[in-house]
């Protein structure tokens, strides 16, 4: 059974965007490369909201000879939340799927045989599957960066949530990277 991961970049102060949505700050480079290249190998799908789907879109143009984050991003089966989107291109590769209905979605990634099922950033997605309980796993690289305020990705609303530490690695650059484990509730 695949679990629902989510990764995110998160400032010192815990949020993953500034209030305009900019994420200036958060380095993903060295260390921060060569996490993301180890923890990709344990993904076999992407699930993002139209958001997040938009701004990392971009990766379809770029070279993957030599570049295994792109050969990711590229090759990577994605799933596209939302209300508004009819397709999800992605340019010379296979489009993302568009699913309104993320209840049905995540039972299905659930149930399927393979890797985990990652969700990048995504904000309000990630909120709201916090929320109905449907998240197994939190990956959060802090950076040493904090924004004063901000987006996060934790819901503002309902009971608190209860992780186990499962994981906690520094970096030489600095980002500390936490892998939680969400507690089921009762």
């Known amino acids: 059974m695949a679990k629902i991961v989510v990764a995110e970049f998160v400032s010192a102060d815990g949020f993953i965007a500034r209030p305009d949505g900019n994420m200036e700050g958060f380095n993903a480079e060295g260390d921060t490369t060569e996490h993301l290249i180890e923890v990709q190998r344990q993904w076999d799908c992407l699930l993002m909201g139209r958001v997040a789907y938009e701004m990392v879109r971009g990766w379809a143009d770029a070279p993957v000879e030599g570049n295994p984050i792109a050969k990711f991003m590229n090759t990577v089966p994605k799933v596209v939340v939302s209300r508004t989107l009819r397709e999800a291109p992605w340019g010379r590769w296979p489009p993302a799927r568009v ?16 890797k985990d099922t990652a969700i990048l950033g ?57 892998r939680y484990r969400v507690k089921k509730r009762r």
């Open 122 to 178: 995504s904000g309000k997605l990630v909120q709201h599957l916090l929320a109905h309980g449907w998240v197994d796993e939190l990956l959060l690289d802090v950076h040493p960066v904090a924004f004063g305020r901000g987006k996060t990705w934790a819901p503002a609303h309902g009971p608190d949530l209860r992780l186990t530490l499962v994981g906690a690695k520094a970096d030489g650059s600095g980002i500390v990277s936490l």
């Open 99 to 114: 699913v309104r209905n993320v209840a049905k979605e995540i039972r299905q990634q659930r149930a399927r045989k393979g």
